[in-house]
């Protein structure tokens, strides 16, 4: 399994990002994915997670309303939008993905892959 993160960038405070994550796997549409993210000296975090039919999705509570998960199974692919970026959003974040779980939740441990991470970047 190999996951291509991508869409990270440098955004003002108050902006949005797009990231993506390409799935490089047979059974895609039966995975749950997530989202996760580390801050310079901090430890990773949950972000946001769907669940492998997209009907479920669960987001951390610092998210307040301003991050969508969503997945394209045709496509392989699960996306992460992220309006109303605040500097304390900067980050690394890693898309990831657990193929024993379809509901896997914020469990970091759930997950057997990752990507390699998108830097987003937001300034004040």
């Known amino acids: 399994v190999q996951l291509q993160a991508s869409g990270g960038g440098s955004v003002q405070a108050g902006g949005s990002l797009r990231l993506s994550c390409a799935a490089s796997v047979r059974r895609f549409s039966t995975y749950g994915m997530g989202w996760f993210r580390q801050a310079p000296g901090q430890e990773r975090e949950f972000v946001a997670t769907i669940s492998w039919s997209g009907l479920t999705a669960d987001y951390g509570d610092f998210v307040k309303g301003r991050f969508t998960i969503s997945r394209d199974s045709g496509k392989n692919t699960v996306h992460l939008q992220m309006n109303s970026l605040e500097p304390e959003d900067t980050a690394v974040y890693y898309c990831?993905?657990?193929?024993?779980?379809?509901?896997?939740?914020?469990?970091?441990?759930?997950?057997?892959?990752w990507g390699q991470g998108t830097l987003v970047t937001v300034s004040s």
């Open positions: 990831a993905c657990a193929s024993n779980w379809h509901t896997p939740g914020r469990d970091q441990s759930l997950y057997e892959y």
